[in-house]
C-alpha cells in the first residue's frame, strides 16, 4: 500500500514539482495551498506524513500544526516544514507546535526525498 | 500537473512577484524606510529562490540568494537603502527575469546561463557587496564540508554499534522507529538488531499503548562517514538518545588523525573530535549543554567553583566517543596550545568601547594638565617629578589608546576597485586602479568619514578624468587610463593622493562657468590654482549633463566640507590633457594631539606640534619694516608670515616698540609659514573639543581645547593659515575670508 | 480508517484485521487484554493486517511478554507482508515464536 504524503505549500508550482517527485518515489500525493485548505482536505484518509511550508496567505503552517495536532485522526501523523535559514524563531515556534522535521528552502527533490524517507519510506 | 506545465506555472509566479517587487522598489524610492514594501522585496526574492530550487534552476536561486540576503540586512537596519542601492535593486529584478527566462528557453537540464548574463549577474552582486558566496544553507554548506574536507574518514567497511533509546512521546509526536531503522538499512547492513521492550512494572507503570518504550541496539556495517549515519537520526533528535559509536578499524584511523592535526586547525577538544569526524556536531552540542547545566547546577554556597567535568569524560559517558580517543585529542590540543603561545592573539572590542575608552583619556589629559598647573604654582620641587612621570604616563596611555583605533586605510581603499571597475564598465572606459601606501594607518572613525568623499573623488577621476579608449589614442595616450591612489604619512598627518592620467581639468570652462554663475566677476585676475579651486565652490559642475556616476547632488563642495568637517585639507593639481592629481591631508586622528602653546594678545593658541617646524625669536622692528608685504628673510628663505594677534584682531599687551616677538615657523604639506607670537609657552597635550556652528566659518581655526588652568585655547590649522598668508598681504581680502 | 478488530473465530484465534498503528493502539490494546482474560492459549492471526508502525509492533511485544507473565502460551500463527516486513527489518521473527519462512497466508491488497 503506497504511502501518502500531503504537501501545503502556496506555490502552485513548488507543490506540483514536489508532487511529481513524490509520486516518481512512489508516494501518494495529497496537495494543498494552504492550512486552511489543508485542513478541509483532511477529512479521515490516511496520511503518513504533512509536508508544509510555514508562509502561507489564509492559514500559516505554525497555526495548521496546532490544528492538525488536534484532529483524532491526525494528531499522530508527522509534520515536516519547509524553513529557510533566516528564520529560526519561525523554527522554534513549528517545533513548539509539534512540528518535528525540518527541511530548508531551496532545496532540490533529491533532498526533499532523503529527508522524507528517513519519515517514511514509499 | 505535468513538469512542464509546472515550469509554466512558475515562470507566471515568478512574473507575479517580480511585478510586486517593482511597484514596492518604487515606493521605497519614495520612502526609503516603508516596512512593507522592503517585505515585498524579501518576499519576492525569498519565494523565487525557493521555488526556484524545486526545479534545479541554480543560477536564479544563487542570485536571489544574495538579494535575498542583502534585504535581510537592509530590513534588519544592517544596511541603509540608499538610492543607488536601489537603483541596483532595480537592476537585480530585470536581471531575475532575464535569469528565468533564459532557463525557461533553455534546453532541457541546461540553465542557459551563458557569460554574458553571469557577469551581468555577478556585477550586480558586486554592487550590492553581495559578490562573496554566502552560505545558501545548511544542507549546502555540509555538503561542501564534506567534500572539502580529506581530513574524513576513508572508507572503511566495519561495524559500528548504534544504540538507540526512543522516549516516552516519541510516537506522539509523529515518529516511526521503524522508518529511520528501513532508512538506515539503506546506507549499509543491519548485521544484528536487537530491541528491547522496556516495561519494568506494569502496576507502577501500566503500559500505555501510545507511549513508547522501546529500544534498539544495532550492528551496522557501512562505509559510510558518522555524519551520515547520524543524519539518519536529524529528526528523531529530541525524542530519542542516540549513541554511535564507530568501528575499531576507525576508532585507530581517528587516532591517526587526531595525531596529525595542523596545529592551526585545533581548536577545544569538542571541535577537534569533530574536525576528524570523530563526533557529530550534535554529540558535542549536548555534551556541552549537559556541561553548562553541572556546572550551573553546582553548590553555589561554595566560595571555590566546584571543579567542571570535563567536556571528554562527559563524551565518554554519553558513549559518543571512546576514551583513548579523548585521549589523543588532549595531546593533540596540548602540543597545538604550547606551539601557539607566543603568536598574537587578537579579541575584537566594541567600537564603542574604545571610543568611551578614548574619551576618558581626553578627560584625563586634561585633569593632569589642571595638576600640573596647580604644581607650577605652589612651585613644589617634589610634587613637579611626580607630575612629570604622571605627565609621561598620560601620554603613553594616550598614544596606546588612540593607536587602538589605528587601521591600515587599505581596507576601504581596496572597496575602490569594484567601484573603478562598475563604473568604467558602464562608460565603456578601459581603467587600470593603482593603489600604493594601502599599509598606512589612521583612525577607524576617520576612515569611515572618508569613504563618501573618496567614492566621490574617484568617480569623478573615472567619470570626468579619464576619456574613453578612442579619445586616448587620439591624443597619443595608452588605451588603459589610470587612476592612482596613495596614501603614506606626513609630520602627524596622512595624505591621500588620487590621481588620474585623464583629460585634466579646463580652466577657461570652469572659469567661464563660474563667471556664468555669478561666482567671480570677469574683472577678478585669478591664478591658475586659484580658478582650479573654483569647482570645490557650491553649484559649480563643469559638466554638461550629470552622468549616473557622478554629479548627482553631491559636488565638489561636500567633498571639501567633509574633508574640512575631519580637520583636512584638499588641494588640487591639473594641467588640461595630462590629468588631475587631488591630494587630501588629513589629521591621524580626530582626538586627541602633542600640541605646542604659544600667547598672542591676551589670548592663547595651540598649534599642533607635528606641524612646528622651529621657533625664532625676532626684532619687532625688523618685521614692522616689512609690515606691507608680510614676508620675512629668514636666514634667506622668504617666508610669508601671520602676526596672529592682526588676524584674530587681539590686543596687543605692551607698547609695540619695546615688544618681543617669536616666529613659529610651520609646515604643511609643501608650503611653509611663520606665525608671529607674543610668547613660546611650550609643549602640552592637546585634548582637540570641536567648536559649534557659529565658528563652522572662521578660518584657520581647527577647534578649541580646555587648558589647565581651564582657559579656552584655540587650535590653529595651519593648512588654513598657509592658505591666508600665501593670498599676498592683501589685508581686505584677509578681512573678508574671515566673515 | 479501519481499525485492527479483534475478533475470536471458532478455534479460539485472536484475529486482527487492518491497521495496527498508533491510531489503533489504545483500542486494540483495549480489546487484546479483555481477550486475554482466562485465556490459556494465545494464537494471534495477524494475516489481515494492511500496515503495522513502531506501536502497532510494540504492542505484540507487550502481548508476547504479557502471555510469558500470566502462563499463557503465545503464537503468531498468521501474518500478513506487512507484517513479515516488520519483522524480518528487526530480526525478531524468532523471538515472535515464528522459526519457519514467513507465511503469507493472504497477500495485502
Known amino acids: 500500500m503506497a504511502k501518502t504524503i500531503m504537501v501545503i505549500d502556496d506555490s502552485a508550482s513548488l507543490r506540483s514539482v514536489v508532487g511529481i517527485a513524490l509520486k516518481g518515489a512512489g508516494y501518494d500525493v495529497i496537495e494543498a495551498c494552504d492550512g486552511r485548505d489543508a485542513l478541509n482536505k483532511l477529512t479521515g484518509q490516511k496520511v503518513h506524513l504533512i509536508v508544509s511550508d510555514v508562509n502561507m496567505p489564509n492559514m500559516d503552517g505554525i497555526t495548521f500544526v496546532k490544528e492538525a495536532k488536534k484532529l483524532p485522526n491526525y494528531k499522530f501523523t508527522p509534520i515536516m516544514m519547509l524553513t529557510t535559514e533566516s528564520q529560526p524563531e519561525k523554527k522554534a515556534a513549528a517545533r513548539e507546535a509539534g512540528a518535528k522535521a525540518w527541511l530548508v528552502k531551496p532545496f532540490q527533490p533529491p533532498m526533499l526525498l532523503d529527508a522524507v524517507s528517513k519519515l517514511v519510506l514509499p | 500537473m505535468s513538469l512542464d506545465s509546472a515550469r509554466q506555472a512558475f515562470l507566471s509566479e515568478v512574473a507575479e512577484l517580480l511585478q510586486s517587487m517593482e511597484d514596492a522598489l518604487l515606493t521605497l524610492e519614495d520612502q526609503p524606510g516603508d516596512p512593507e514594501s522592503l517585505n515585498e522585496v524579501f518576499r519576492a526574492m525569498h519565494t523565487i529562490k525557493g521555488t526556484g530550487g524545486v526545479f534545479g534552476y541554480d543560477p536564479v536561486v544563487d542570485f536571489t540568494h544574495r538579494v535575498e540576503t542583502l534585504m535581510d540586512d537592509v530590513r534588519s537596519g544592517k544596511t541603509s537603502l540608499t538610492k543607488p542601492l536601489i537603483a541596483t535593486l532595480f537592476a537585480c529584478r530585470d536581471h531575475t527575469a532575464r535569469l528565468v527566462d533564459a532557463i525557461a528557453d533553455a534546453p532541457e537540464g541546461e540553465s542557459g546561463l551563458d557569460a554574458e548574463l553571469a557577469q551581468a ?92 518504550y522501546l529500544c534498539f541496539g544495532i550492528a551496522f556495517r557501512s562505509d559510510a562517514s558518522k555524519e551520515t549515519i547520524a543524519g539518519v537520526f536529524d529528526f528523531a533528535d529530541e525524542d530519542c538518545d542516540i549513541r554511535i559509536l564507530e568501528p575499531d578499524s576507525a576508532h585507530a584511523k581517528y587516532l591517526e588523525l587526531l595525531s596529525s592535526v595542523p596545529d592551526e586547525r585545533v581548536g577545544c577538544i569538542g571541535e577537534l573530535l569533530v574536525g576528524v569526524g570523530a563526533l557529530t556536531q550534535h554529540e558535542l552540542d549536548r555534551a556541552l549543554a549537559l556541561q553548562a547545566q553541572e556546572s550551573s547546577s553546582a553548590e553555589p554556597a561554595s566560595d571555590v567553583a566546584s571543579p567542571k567535568r570535563r567536556l571528554g569524560e562527559i563524551l565518554v559517558e554519553q558513549g559518543s566517543v571512546k576514551p583513548g580517543m579523548v585521549e589523543q585529542a588532549a595531546k593533540t590540543q596540548e602540543g597545538a596550545r604550547a606551539r601557539r603561545q607566543e603568536e598574537t592573539r587578537l579579541i575584537r572590542v566594541d567600537a564603542l568601547r574604545l571610543g568611551h575608552l578614548i574619551d576618558l583619556v581626553g578627560e584625563l589629559v586634561t585633569s593632569s594638565a589642571a595638576i600640573r598647573v596647580m604644581a607650577d604654582r605652589a612651585q613644589m620641587e617634589d610634587m613637579t617629578e611626580v607630575v612629570d612621570s604622571v605627565d609621561y604616563l598620560v601620554s603613553e596611555i594616550r598614544d596606546n589608546a588612540l593607536q587602538l583605533r589605528m587601521v591600515p586605510i587599505g581596507d576601504s581603499l581596496s572597496r575602490f576597485r569594484r567601484v573603478v571597475r562598475d563604473a568604467s564598465q558602464a562608460l565603456g572606459k578601459e581603467i587600470d586602479l593603482v593603489i600604493t601606501g594601502g599599509e598606512t594607518e589612521l583612525d577607524k572613525t576617520v576612515v569611515e568619514k572618508m569613504t563618501d568623499p573618496l567614492t566621490h573623488l574617484i568617480r569623478n577621476a573615472v567619470d570626468h578624468g579619464i576619456e574613453t579608449p578612442e579619445v586616448r589614442a587620439g591624443t597619443g595616450k595608452s588605451l588603459n587610463g589610470t587612476i592612482h591612489i596613495n596614501a603614506f604619512h606626513d609630520s602627524g598627518h596622512i595624505v591621500i593622493e588620487i590621481a588620474d592620467d585623464g583629460a585634466g581639468l579646463d580652466a577657461a570652462r570652469i572659469r567661464a562657468k563660474a563667471e556664468e554663475r555669478g561666482l567671480v566677476s570677469a574683472e577678478d585676475s585669478l591664478t591658475q590654482e586659484e580658478t582650479l579651486r573654483l569647482i570645490f565652490a557650491p553649484g559649480l559642475s563643469t559638466k554638461a549633463e550629470a552622468t549616473n556616476l557622478s554629479g548627482r547632488g553631491v559636488g565638489m563642495d561636500v567633498v571639501k566640507r567633509n574633508i574640512e568637517a575631519l580637520r583636512g585639507s584638499v588641494e588640487l593639481e591639473s594641467e588640461l ?16 594631539i602633542d600640541g605646542f602653546l604659544v600667547s598672542a594678545g591676551t589670548d592663547q593658541y595651540v598649534i599642533p606640534l607635528s606641524q612646528v617646524v622651529e621657533c625664532v625669536e625676532i626684532d619687532a622692528a625688523q618685521t614692522m619694516k616689512q609690515h606691507d608685504q608680510h614676508y620675512i628673510n629668514l636666514r634667506g628663505e622668504v617666508l610669508p608670515f601671520i602676526r596672529l594677534t592682526e588676524l584674530f584682531e587681539s590686543q596687543p599687551q605692551g607698547s609695540d616698540s619695546r615688544r618681543r616677538e617669536s616666529l613659529v615657523v610651520v609646515r604643511f604639506g609643501h608650503h611653509k609659514m611663520g606665525l608671529v607670537v607674543d610668547r613660546l609657552l611650550g609643549e602640552l597635550q592637546t585634548v582637540i573639543k570641536p567648536l559649534g556652528k557659529v565658528f563652522e566659518r572662521l578660518r584657520g581655526v581647527a577647534g578649541a581645547t580646555i587648558l589647565g588652568t581651564g582657559d579656552i585655547a584655540l587650535i590653529l590649522d595651519a593648512s588654513e593659515l598657509a592658505a591666508i598668508a600665501n593670498t599676498t598681504g592683501d589685508h581686505g581680502r584677509k578681512r573678508q575670508s574671515r566673515s | 480508517m479501519t481499525t485492527g478488530a479483534a475478533q475470536s473465530s471458532s478455534d479460539d484465534r485472536i484475529v486482527l484485521e487492518g491497521e495496527l498503528t498508533i491510531y489503533t493502539a489504545a483500542e486494540t490494546f483495549a480489546r487484546l487484554r479483555g481477550a486475554l482474560q482466562d485465556r490459556d492459549l494465545c494464537d494471534l492471526d495477524l494475516s489481515a493486517i494492511s500496515e503495522m508502525d513502531s506501536a502497532g509492533l510494540q504492542l505484540l511485544l507487550w502481548l508476547k511478554q504479557t502471555c510469558e507473565a500470566q502462563g499463557t502460551r503465545f503464537r503468531l500463527v498468521a501474518h500478513s507482508e506487512a507484517v513479515a516486513a516488520v519483522l524480518e527489518l528487526l530480526q525478531l521473527a524468532p523471538r515472535l515464536g515464528i522459526v519457519s519462512d514467513p507465511l503469507t497466508e493472504e497477500q495485502p491488497a
Open chain 2, 577 to 592: 590633457g595630462n590629468g588631475t592629481k587631488i591630494t587630501i591631508v588629513l589629521p591621524l586622528t580626530l582626538a586627541i
Open chain 2, 121 to 212: 549577474g555577478a556585477e550586480l552582486l558586486e554592487r550590492l557587496g553581495q559578490a562573496e558566496p554566502s552560505s545558501r544553507s545548511a544542507e549546502v554548506l555540509n555538503t561542501v564540508a564534506d567534500a572539502e574536507a580529506p581530513k574524513h574518514l576513508p572508507a572503511t567497511t566495519d561495524v559500528w554499534t548504534i544504540t538507540l533509546r526512543f522516549h516516552r512521546d516519541a510516537f506522539r509526536n509523529g515518529m516511526d522507529p521503524l522508518s529511520f531503522l528501513r532508512y538506515l538499512g539503506s546506507l549499509g547492513e543491519m548485521v544484528h538488531v536487537e530491541t528491547l521492550f522496556d516495561v519494568c512494572d506494569e502496576h507502577e507503570d501500566p503500559f500505555d499503548p501510545e507511549g513508547c
